[in-house]
């Protein structure tokens, strides 16, 4: 067990990842070169992260056994993905004694939209108008009463446009609610109003366990098929409209004490005002251009804030930065398309098997 009385954890501290995604292998990459080690816990096999590690234990989330190896192997624990089950955290932190960062009670709530967009509006921080719908009756006076156009979400495991649906039309209400509810039975629902948006952007911000805060400037990201396809930087936003994403980002962060990473996704209005969409406490797949195109990158300054280092510098290194991501057939082109541009630097995440709408790689473009 680490002492964490005397901060930072020394290099050749083991660094525990929940997960054993893209995310994962980029933040080992990024602790490998601060002289941090990882262990991976993912019950897949050749994932992305453990191809680029020796130190993994493949086993089911909820193996108490792995798990309580696990935690004994390793000084600090993050995870990559939100999905994870929540009982595995809690039983790490509470009959392992194990650090994990950020905490369970920062994970219990942003895994769970209900309990996401509560928490962000008590903070009287905006959401687009929501309620929880467990009955045609209420996803009916729901479509009602937010003006004719909602979004069914689920509550939980929704991630690129998976687990929601768009109703425009209340005739097919009882239609779409009956096939919703099939596939997804037994988990909470949400209907959301449809608030016509300007542009989409995402600010990241991280919290050191000393309460220092470091905030990566709003970016635009670009959607196809609901999943980011592109992330500009500098975003086309007014000065003030960055100010107040980052301020909100950083509110959300010391609210819920994190020590990590919070990506914070915002819908912006013609008008440059801002509404909260959804939280992650992890890297973010729009924060990938700070791994080219900032002083530090969102990986390093994950491990920096949960081993105790001092954050680095947010500060964008180029006049603009081009995030594309390589999904599905696109990551076949990039010997013809992308070798020759001096200006692109590719990552690739060792995933052998290309499926439509799967994450390859990603490209930044730097000028």
């Keep these: 067990m ?124 905006a959401t687009v108008d929501w309620c929880t719908v467990k009955t045609l009756a209420q996803v009916q006076q729901a479509f009602t009463q937010m003006g004719g ?3 069914i979400k689920t509550a939980m495991l929704g991630y690129d446009g998976k687990g929601q649906v768009m109703v425009e039309e209340q005739e097919r209400l009882p239609e779409i609610w009956s096939e919703f509810t099939r596939i997804h039975a037994g988990i909470s629902l949400i209907a959301e109003k449809f ?5 989409e952007g995402s600010v990241i911000v991280a919290r050191s366990q000393s309460g220092e805060t470091r905030a990566y400037e709003l970016v635009e990201n670009f959607h196809q098929d609901h999943i980011l396809s592109e992330t500009r930087v500098p ?28 990506a914070v996704e915002f819908f912006i209005r013609a008008d440059g005002s801002l509404k909260v969409n959804e939280l992650a406490p992890r890297p973010h797949n729009s924060g990938h251009w700070t791994m080219d195109g900032a002083a530090t990158s969102q990986f390093e300054q994950l491990v920096r804030a949960i081993v105790g280092l001092p954050l680095g510098s947010t500060q964008r290194l180029y006049d603009t930065v081009v995030m594309e991501n390589l999904i599905g057939e696109s990551v076949n082109q990039w010997p013809s398309r992308l070798a020759d541009e001096p200006e692109a630097r590719l990552h690739l995440y060792g995933k052998t098997a290309v499926k439509p709408g799967r994450k390859m790689g990603h490209v930044n473009r730097v000028k």
């Design 2 to 125: 680490a002492d964490f009385t005397s901060l930072p954890l020394p290099a050749g501290s083991v660094i525990g990842i929940l997960g054993g995604g893209q995310l994962g292998r980029m933040t080992a990459l990024a602790a490998a070169r601060l002289g941090y080690p990882c262990h991976v816990f993912c019950p897949e096999v050749d994932a992305p992260a453990t191809q680029v590690t020796n130190l993994v234990t493949r086993a089911d989330y909820l193996d108490r056994f792995a798990l309580s190896h696990f935690a004994a192997a390793t000084d600090v624990i993050t995870y990559e993905f939100e999905n994870i089950d929540l009982n595995a955290v809690k039983f790490l932190e509470s009959e392992c004694d194990a650090v994990v960062r950020p905490s369970s009670v920062v994970l219990a709530i942003t895994q769970n939209r209900i309990f996401e967009k509560a928490f962000i509006n008590d903070l009287k921080i």
């Design 149 to 151: 156009k909602i979004v």
């Design 195 to 199: 608030d016509p948006f300007e542009s």
């Design 235 to 262: 975003g086309n936003f007014t000065a003030e409209t960055k100010i107040r994403a980052e301020e909100i980002a950083v509110k959300l962060a010391e609210s819920l004490e994190v020590i990590g990473l919070l």
